[in-house]
């Protein structure tokens, strides 16, 4: 499972901060706000960067939204360090309305304060 160029963009910014455990959706969840994930068990995919400064990252794709995948990492699922921060990405699709926005936006920030 590869994920998107700009998520490791975002993971070389932070990286200078400390450890950086990446947890993001293995695809497009447009729209699903903080609704629960379309199955009952979650899955997850380790991935992994063939870039020499990326290689001690950990990352997961999880077949789950965006809030569901900061509520996962939060939770110390993969990982045995505590949690500083939360960071969330952004969709493949176009935010139509203020409404959607929000409810995006908002259920994943909600899930990781």
């Not at 950990?58 to 509520?71: E, F, G, K, N």
Request: a positive charge.
């Amino acid at each position: 499972m590869e994920l998107r160029p700009g998520l490791w963009g975002v993971v070389r910014s932070l990286r200078t901060l400390g450890r950086v455990l990446v947890v993001a959706s293995n695809g497009n969840y447009s729209g699903y706000g903080p609704a629960l994930p379309p199955a009952r068990e979650l899955s997850f995919q380790q991935c992994r960067h063939d870039s020499a400064d990326l290689r001690n990252v950990t990352a997961y794709a999880l077949h789950a939204p965006p809030a569901t995948c900061m509520q996962v990492g939060l939770s110390g699922a993969f990982s045995k360090h505590p949690i500083d921060f939360g960071v969330s990405g952004i969709n493949d699709a176009l935010n139509l309305g203020q409404d959607i926005a929000r409810v995006r936006c908002g259920a994943t920030s909600s899930a990781g304060f």
